[in-house]
């Protein structure tokens, strides 16, 4: 049923002190939390996770597909982080695309084994240990939770047993079979089945042994190439070969007081920064949380700064503006100016679809470090395509390319697409030789989602007052453009009164509404974990409260969050 999702009862927010982690399913929460506790810190803890999580909600996240961490350094208040995108195969251009007969407007389907680009997961784990670890665990320990819960077996989780058979029966639709190593006789699990992936525990203890060349060399590597090239796909062993993560700053903006933190392109978090600094020109408090002008101001203004980011951003070096230019406070008014507060614009159009099963999750340590992860085969099993013997599905990540000559995010050769998981993280705002002082980790998952839940997220704490569990337990808007009828639609969760829905609908917006059940996955699932309760009205998140971590995790997914 659609319908058998209900809210009915509360969480309060988790309050520890020592460390905190928090994810889509509890027994990788519980694995980052064990990770903790044997010595390791938050980036050894989040990478734990993201094996965990490979293991418990394959739907959604692999060593088949990418991944972007940011890294928050307790001791010297740096962030950095590590963008784990996989690039096209080198023989993939514009050319060869128009030469198979495909165009932008009939491109392949997602799920053709030509949208496969190089896998950079893996890679970003190991990296992410390597330069942020605590160097106090090996790989092989950080990773030896999930190989064991892939070795053993565990019982699957209600909302991950859904979107399972979901994507499984998607894949059958387009005439496509998963791999046997993701399911149980031919079906996908249900709910409370014991499932077991030992190729997958293989392919994570090679990883944990012999690091990046066990995956992008050697037996899964040619289990790649083979199982792509069987279906028509261009990946080459040289692709494989000459993946590596990329080291990268992080960009920012300040909304009062704060400053959120997003990666660069090719990822989407511009989108996000471009959000909130559109909507800093409103007052939002005093129009009243989930109140039509409220949301009548943010569906404007995810209009405006989605269509920027699709239309200007690709993979750096193709970039039609400067993400500087974009980031401007005056151009963020410029577009403000635009919105009216009685009727919805008209004409401003996005460049691409996108797809929609990611995890995210995050970690803060005893001493402050703070890791914030995103980890996606795209759309759910990605291509639908398993290595013999690996375990995994390799994602589809390449259908986000478009192949409109010369813009920015046109196919190429070699190339990473627009991509749309995104960590975040929040500090303090300052300038100078000052330390800034860390307040949160956060995230949403669910592909253009995911800067609108961001920001819906950031705002129901600063401007409403909530904790981390009641930011992500209030119900969610979510701004979506149809490809097929090139209209933009509202999407308003259960429990949005009805009134703002027939009033929006009179402001000329296409709403849906109520959104209910399982399709509550359409709002993503999100973490927080704030560093004290500068979210309380009753206090200035400018003072130093006591480092007391406060932590919620998403009610539309299976997780939870932990500390101790």
């Avoid at 800093?280 to 980011?309: M, Q, W």
Wanted: proline share 5%.
């Amino acid at each position: 049923m659609e319908t058998d999702l209900i809210f009915s009862s509360r969480r309060s927010p988790v309050v520890c002190l020592h460390g905190c982690a928090a994810s889509s399913q509890s027994l990788a929460t519980s694995i980052g939390l064990d990770t903790l506790k044997r010595g390791g810190n938050a980036a050894d803890a989040a990478v734990a996770m993201a094996a965990a999580l490979a293991v418990t909600e394959p739907c959604s996240t692999g060593p088949g597909g990418d991944a972007f961490c940011l890294f928050y350094n307790g001791n010297t208040g740096e962030i950095r982080g590590i963008n784990g995108s996989g690039r096209s195969a080198r023989a993939q251009t514009l050319d060869f695309m128009e030469g198979r007969g495909y165009t932008a407007k009939a491109p392949p389907s997602p799920f053709d084994a030509l949208n496969i680009t190089v896998p950079g997961a893996p890679a970003c784990w190991c990296d992410t240990v390597q330069l942020f670890g605590s160097q106090k665990l090996t790989l092989q320990e950080v990773l030896r939770g999930a190989e064991e819960l892939a070795e053993m077996g565990f019982p699957v989780a209600e909302v991950a047993a859904h979107h399972w058979a979901n994507w499984v029966a998607a894949l059958k639709s387009a005439g496509k079979e998963l791999g046997g190593d993701l399911l149980i006789d031919g079906y996908a699990p249900k709910c409370g089945q014991i499932f077991r992936n030992p190729a997958l525990a293989q392919t994570l203890k090679e990883l944990g042994e012999r690091g990046k060349s066990a995956f992008y060399q050697g037996r899964v590597a040619q289990a790649i190439v083979d199982v792509v090239k069987e279906n028509g796909g261009m990946l080459t062993s040289d692709d494989l070969g000459s993946h590596d993560s990329e080291v990268m700053s992080p960009v920012s903006t300040a909304y009062k007081g704060v400053q959120l933190w997003e990666p660069p392109p090719n990822s989407q978090g511009l989108a996000a920064l471009l959000l909130l600094n559109i909507l800093e020109n409103f007052p939002l408090k005093a129009l009243g949380h989930n109140s039509c002008d409220y949301i009548h101001a943010l569906v404007e203004a995810t209009r405006l700064s989605l269509t920027d980011a699709q239309r200007y951003l690709g993979d750096p070096g193709h970039e039609t503006v400067p993400v500087e230019s974009l980031l401007d406070k005056k151009y963020s008014q410029q577009r403000a100016q635009r919105i009216s507060m009685n009727r919805a614009m008209e004409e401003v159009k996005p460049g691409l679809s996108t797809g929609s099963d990611t995890v995210y999750f995050c970690v803060i340590d005893s001493v402050g470090n703070a890791c914030s992860f995103v980890n996606s085969t795209y759309m759910g099993f990605g291509s639908g395509l398993v290595p013999k013997d690996c375990g995994f599905s390799l994602h589809n990540r390449g259908a986000s390319f478009n192949l409109l000559r010369d813009h920015p995010n046109c196919i190429a050769g070699g190339k990473r697409p627009y991509h749309t998981i995104i960590p975040a993280l929040l500090t303090d705002s300052v300038t100078g030789a000052q330390q800034t002082r860390l307040l949160a980790a956060l995230g949403v998952m669910g592909a253009a989602m995911q800067p609108q839940g961001h920001i819906q997220v950031l705002l129901n704490m600063l401007e409403f007052g909530m904790n981390p569990q009641q930011a992500l337990d209030a119900p969610r808007v979510f701004v979506q453009f149809d490809q097929t009828t090139h209209q933009w639609f509202v999407n308003l969760e259960d429990g949005i009164d009805q009134e703002v829905a027939e009033e929006l609908e009179r402001r000329g917006h296409k709403v849906n509404w109520p959104i209910k059940g399982h399709k509550r996955s359409q709002f993503g699932r999100g973490q927080v974990i704030t560093v004290g309760d500068w979210w309380n009205p009753s206090i200035s998140h400018t003072r130093s409260p006591a480092r007391v971590l406060w932590a919620g995790s998403d009610p539309r997914g299976d997780g939870c969050a932990l500390g101790f």
